[in-house]
């Protein structure tokens, strides 16, 4: 089992940056991927990017160029550093850990609210 607990969010102006932290309860290296999502109201949770074991990362098109996904495997922590922030950035953002084993195990955070001011 992984508990995750984001931190970070907070009320940033538009063109800002912000970095979001997610802290692990157990070491990172073992998890197969780690991920950032957001929920804006009204709609649905949607993928922001991800981050392998290996360190690969992917994102959405929406936030390519400007997130960028890290972790700091000693410290059992997930980043996502977010520039050039615009106010359809403003949703909860969740960081979700993946297990790959006989079965596949997905945890999540609480969330942490990100608002971008126009």
């Known amino acids: 089992q992984v508990q995750l607990e984001e931190s970070g969010g907070t009320l940033v102006q538009a063109g800002g940056s912000l970095r979001l932290s997610c802290a692990a309860s157990r070491s990172i290296l073992s998890i197969n991927s780690m991920a950032w999502y957001r929920q804006a109201p009204g709609n649905q949770r949607e993928l922001v990017g991800t981050?392998?074991?290996?360190?690969?990362?992917n994102y959405a098109d929406s936030v390519k160029g400007r997130f960028t996904i890290s972790r700091d495997n000693a410290k059992n922590m997930v980043y996502l550093q977010m520039n050039s922030l615009k106010p359809e950035d403003t949703a909860v953002y969740y960081c979700?850990?993946?297990?790959?084993?006989?079965?596949?195990?997905?945890?999540w955070g609480q969330g942490t609210q990100v608002t971008v001011s126009a």
């Open positions: 979700k850990a993946t297990l790959r084993r006989s079965v596949l195990y997905e945890y």
């Open positions: 981050i392998t074991d290996q360190g690969r990362t």
